[in-house]
C-alpha cells in the first residue's frame, strides 16, 4: 500500500512538472585563463584530425564538439573574436582554453602568453565543466 502511494505521488510531481531527471551542469559561459599556441604544433594534425593552422582562427577546449564556434573576449581589454573549436586542450590547471596565435594577437595576449578571457557558445547551448563566470 505504501508503495502505491509513493507511486502515486511520484507520478503527480511528475504530471505537475515538479520532478526532473538530473541533467549536468552546464554554464552560459565560462572565465578563466586563455593561452595561445602555435610554432612546433603549426602543421601538425589536431585532436580533430585537421591540419593546425597558427594563423587560422580556432582552438582547443576540453568538451565542446569539434566545429563548435564560440566567442572569446579578453577581459582585460574588451577585444573579443569568433573562433571554431578544432582540437583539445588546455592541458594546464586552471586554463579554459588554448587560443591560435592569430587569435592571441587579435586579442592582444601574444606577449603576456595568458590572459583572463570569458567563453561563450554562439548558437545556444551552454558549456560544460570548467570555471563558471561570477
Not at 92 to 105: E, H, Y
Not at 106 to 130: A, D, N, Q, Y
Request: glycine share 14%; with cysteine; charged share 20%.
Amino acid at each position: 500500500m505504501k508503495l502505491t502511494l509513493h507511486l502515486a505521488a511520484l507520478a503527480a510531481l511528475v504530471l505537475a512538472g515538479m520532478a526532473t531527471a538530473p541533467t549536468e551542469s552546464q554554464a552560459a559561459a565560462q572565465c578563466g585563463k586563455a593561452s595561445w599556441y602555435g610554432g612546433k604544433f603549426h602543421g601538425r594534425k589536431t585532436a580533430s584530425g585537421e591540419r593546425f593552422n597558427q594563423n587560422g582562427m580556432s582552438a582547443a577546449h576540453r568538451t565542446l564538439p569539434f566545429g563548435t564556434k564560440v566567442r572569446v573576449k579578453n577581459l582585460n581589454n574588451g577585444r573579443s573574436v569568433v573562433l571554431r573549436i578544432n582540437d583539445r586542450g588546455p592541458f594546464s590547471r586552471g586554463r579554459v582554453i588554448d587560443v591560435s596565435k592569430a587569435a592571441a594577437s587579435k586579442l592582444g595576449f601574444i606577449r603576456s602568453g595568458t590572459v583572463r578571457v570569458k567563453v561563450e557558445r554562439i548558437g545556444g547551448g551552454g558549456i560544460k565543466g570548467g570555471y563558471r563566470c561570477s
